[in-house]
């Protein structure tokens, strides 16, 4: 026998007809208490998915790259995915899968073989447009004792990307000796690990 909510007598209870009851309000469906949610839109999904699935990468080169050219800019190559979560590399481009605000930190392992000091000026580039306020320039110092002048360049961003938007490092110098450069691990005098020329790693922050 079909049974219309109307037909129903709810005389004697805290029900009341699902033709009128909202479906936020219902008792002892999820704890039914007053201002408890439990339909969410896809917008809505997709922000408590970003909580669960975080969105992160960590990327290193290993290669030596040299300035084709003095004061001319280049793209940064990054050849190695460590880890990576709703992005991916191509290259020079970390490519976001996820829309949102993401925390950027590089590092730069520059050497200079010249007798003189030389600068280098780094930057960061999204979607092929040069990134406000995010060009760094340091003097790395000339060779000395037979050795190389060394310089770590390192900064620190936050950028908002949309799905699909891509994010390269660049740089550029004022002499051809100046190279970004992998430094391999070392066991005398000391033990040390090998030194990516480039690190970068990104993860979401809202």
Do not use: C
């Not at 809505?44 to 669960?52: E, G, K, P, R, T």
């Not at 992160?56 to 040299?66: A, L, P």
């Not at 908002?160 to 002499?175: G, I, K, P, R």
């Not at 992998?182 to 970068?200: C, D, E, K, R, W």
């Amino acid at each position: 026998m079909l049974f219309r909510s109307v037909d129903l007598n709810f005389d004697g209870s805290n029900l009341q007809s699902i033709e009128t009851r909202q479906h936020n309000a219902l008792q002892s469906i999820q704890g039914g208490m007053g201002g408890q949610y439990y339909h969410l839109s896809a917008s809505q999904y997709a922000s408590v998915n970003s909580l669960i699935t975080p969105a992160y990468g960590s990327f290193y080169d290993t290669t030596t790259q040299t300035a084709g050219a003095i004061n001319t800019p280049q793209k940064v190559s990054i050849n190695t995915s460590q880890y990576a979560s709703q992005m991916s590399i191509s290259s020079s481009r970390v490519t976001f899968a996820r829309a949102g605000l993401y925390n950027i930190a590089f590092s730069f392992q520059v050497t200079n073989t010249d007798v003189n000091s030389h600068d280098v000026d780094v930057w960061l580039r999204q979607n092929g447009t040069d990134v406000t306020a995010s060009a760094s320039v340091a003097t790395a110092v000339a060779t000395h004792a037979g050795q190389p002048g060394y310089l770590i360049i390192a900064a620190n961003f936050f950028i908002q990307a949309a799905v699909n938007d891509y994010l390269e490092m660049w740089w550029a110098t004022n002499s051809t000796t100046m190279q970004i450069q992998t430094l391999p691990a070392i066991t005398t005098p000391f033990a040390s690990p090998a030194a990516p020329g480039i690190q970068l790693t990104i993860n979401q922050v809202a």
